[in-house]
């Protein structure tokens, strides 16, 4: 690619970054358009017209796709991501697209307006985190910003792009904190946002901050009585074994793969080893 005149490669002196990275990419870009990819991602064929169709409307700051695990079948935990990425897409994000404000344009797949992106840089550029420069949830923070300049931002299911997920249980911990810490900060950024868009976004959000914290307090609760009484909180544990299969169950109808029944799995990785996290 080196070779040809349609690609123009930015070798930086150090390595400073995803964020500045992209900075950099986007000051030196002249299209309508800016596509992030991840180096770990592999996108479909009809990834860029897809989502450029999606961008042909003036009011769409951004845009994303759909993300798959490309290495689904190597381990039991890439089959549990895989899951969880669709549960992700085609769920939360594709609902929150229904109202024009998906919360999180995801990194390894998504389509930027560049006239926005150049009036938001010296905001995404300079974000603080406890009094220190941010060098994480690049995109949640992009996203955000978007949604602060007044634009749209979507979900194109059928934009298909496939990355590489942790297949250990340590690397995937530490994503997930990561990813925690940037959806709890930018929740925060959020909150003013939250009148100008429609009441289901509020909803969402509050439930997505609220939910992980009563699951938590529930399991305290749960084991405080084991610990004072000897007796088994069985009222505790059925009601989140339900919640577990019934959205189990909706996902595989709706996905039509009975695969989805084994994400309750995920549940107890959930209540033993992220929440405590």
């Not at 690049?138 to 978007?146: A, F």
Request: charged residues 20%.
């Amino acid at each position: 690619f080196a070779g040809d005149p349609r690609f123009n490669f930015i070798l930086l002196p150090k390595n400073v970054g995803k964020r500045k990275a992209q900075i950099a990419a986007i000051r030196s870009s002249s299209g309508d358009l800016v596509l992030n990819v991840d180096s770990d991602t592999t996108i479909a064929s009809n990834v860029v017209t897809k989502l450029a169709l999606k961008m042909q409307d003036p009011a769409v700051g951004a845009a994303m796709g759909q993300l798959i695990a490309s290495n689904r079948s190597d381990t039991w935990l890439t089959r549990l991501i895989d899951m969880e990425y669709w549960l992700a897409c085609n769920e939360e994000r594709a609902a929150q697209a229904r109202f024009g404000a998906v919360m999180c344009c995801c990194g390894p797949c998504a389509m930027y307006r560049r006239s926005a992106l150049v009036l938001l840089l010296d905001q995404y550029e300079t974000q603080l985190f406890r009094g220190k420069p941010s060098d994480f949830g690049e995109d949640r923070h992009l996203t955000i910003l978007m949604l602060k300049a007044g634009l749209r931002t979507e979900y194109v299911p059928d934009a298909i792009a496939a990355t590489v997920v942790p297949d250990r249980l340590a690397p995937y911990l530490r994503q997930q904190l990561r990813w925690a810490r940037s959806t709890f900060r930018d929740t925060l950024l959020a909150l003013r946002l939250l009148p100008s868009l429609d009441r289901y976004i509020t909803l969402d959000v509050v439930g997505q901050n609220l939910g992980p914290l009563l699951l938590a307090l529930s399991v305290l609760a749960g084991l405080t009585q084991f610990a004072l009484t000897a007796t088994v909180p069985w009222s505790t544990a059925l009601v989140i074994a339900s919640m577990t299969i019934i959205r189990c169950s909706v996902a595989a109808l709706r996905a039509r793969e009975l695969r989805f029944l084994g994400f309750s799995l995920h549940t107890l990785i959930n209540i033993f080893l992220l929440l405590p996290l």
